[in-house]
T-cell receptor, first 113, second 109 residues
Framework: NAGVTQTPKFQVLKTGQSMTLQCAQD?????MYWYRQDPGMGLRLIYYSASEGTTDKGEVPNGYNVSRLNKREFSLRLESAAPSQTSVYFCASSEAGGPYGYTFGSGTRLTVV | SQQGEEDPQALSIQEGENATMNCSYKTSINNLQWYRQNSGRGLVHLIL?????REKHSGRLRVTLDTSKKSSSLLITASRAADTASYFC?????????FGGGTRLMVKP
């Protein structure tokens, strides 16, 4: 099925560990995004990539890095995980760099202990 | 910074009733979108309304937009148990799409 695929679905990390969340889309979308969702906070944008080869900070970028590996793939890296990064992470993609209807992945539930 | 806020935060209705959710936002927009999120799943795009539109329909969904009041509403008619989900409004802010905190809708069979 066409869409956005995220891996892993669940992860538990110890404080200070690092990990990379993977995201791939097969809809030929130009733009890709990483959001985090915390209870009562809605979704907050971490980083986005308007097109292949570009990345920009969103609302809450501290503690994260991203890589737009190619048009299909956009990864999110936590270099030194902290308990405050416990959250559900969603990757999304959209057409043409404009916010006209995003397609979301099913999420990665991350717990940092 | 949250651009949009939904009201109410939670809504419980009986199957067959209509559900209305409201969204208020802060700055001028060129479009507003509504998304649904089922428990434990990603968000699904429902409908987009442009700033020059006042009302839009999609199946049992009706969305209105009042740019003078900076507000939008989502009406789900003849609700079903399967409509139980969280509903979010989203508005562009620069290159970002920002989301409100959502309305949790429960439809009781």
């Amino acid at each position: 099925n066409a869409g956005v695929t995220q891996t892993p679905k669940f992860q538990v990390l110890k404080t200070g560990q690092s990990m990379t969340l993977q995201c791939a889309q097969d809809m030929n979308h130009n733009s890709m995004y990483w959001y985090r969702q915390d209870p009562g906070m809605g979704l907050r944008l971490i980083y986005y990539s308007a097109s292949e080869g570009t990345t920009d900070k969103g609302e809450v970028p501290n503690g994260y890095n991203v890589s737009r590996l190619n048009k299909r793939e956009f990864s999110l890296r936590l270099e030194s995980a902290a308990p405050s990064q416990t959250s559900v992470y969603f990757c999304a993609s959209s057409e043409a760099g404009g916010p006209y209807g995003y397609t979301f992945g099913s999420g990665t539930r991350l717990t940092v202990v | 910074s949250q651009q949009g806020e939904e009201d109410p935060q939670a809504l419980s209705i009986q199957e067959g009733e209509n559900a209305t959710m409201n969204c208020s936002y802060k700055t001028s927009i060129n479009n507003l979108q509504w998304y649904r999120q089922n428990s434990g799943r990603g968000l699904v795009h429902l409908i987009l309304i442009r700033s020059n539109e006042r009302e839009k329909h999609s199946g049992r969904l009706r969305v209105t937009l009042d740019t003078s009041k900076k507000s939008s509403s989502l009406l789900i008619t003849a609700s079903r148990a399967a409509d139980t989900a969280s509903y979010f409004c989203a508005t562009p802010l620069g290159n970002m799409l920002t989301f409100g905190g959502g309305t949790r809708l429960m439809v009781k069979p």
